[in-house]
Nanobody, 122 residues
Framework: QVQLVEAGGGLVQAGGSLRLSCAAS????????MHWFRQAPGKEREFVAA????????YYADSVKGRFTISRDNAKNTVSLQMNNLKPEDTAVYYC???????????????WGKGTLVTVSS
């Protein structure tokens, strides 16, 4: 059983930056592809970014491409999301998720964190 705990959310002005982190425990971290999803108020949860087991491949939603960077440290069992040039539409609860398979389908995630709130003011 893998536990995921997010941190780093908060309130930031538009144009600012935040760095989210997700700490994993209870499993072999390098066996999992790691993801970030987000859910804005009144909207469905959506894919944000993913990173391969080794960290050599990354994937981004079009809405965050060029502004967000996902990375992982398999030695520390952590995955991070650096968010730059934040926009009010980035306001959401951000969730860390792990999957054994190559997928961006949230229904195929094996484990989820509880989320961290990011609020971007205009």
């Amino acid at each position: 059983q893998v536990q995921l705990v997010e941190a780093g959310g908060g309130l930031v002005q538009a144009g600012g930056s935040l760095r989210l982190s997700c700490a994993a425990s209870g499993g072999t971290f390098s066996n999992y592809r790691m993801h970030w999803f987000r859910q804005a108020p009144g909207k469905e949860r959506e894919f944000v970014a993913a990173i391969s087991w080794s960290g050599s491949m990354t994937y981004y939603a079009d809405s965050v491409k060029g502004r967000f960077t996902i990375s992982r440290d398999n030695a520390k069992n952590t995955v991070s999301l650096q968010m730059n040039n934040l926009k009010p539409e980035d306001t959401a609860v951000y969730y860390c998720a792990a999957s054994r398979v190559t997928t961006q389908n949230m229904r195929l995630m094996d484990y989820w964190g509880k989320g961290t709130l990011v609020t971007v003011s205009s």
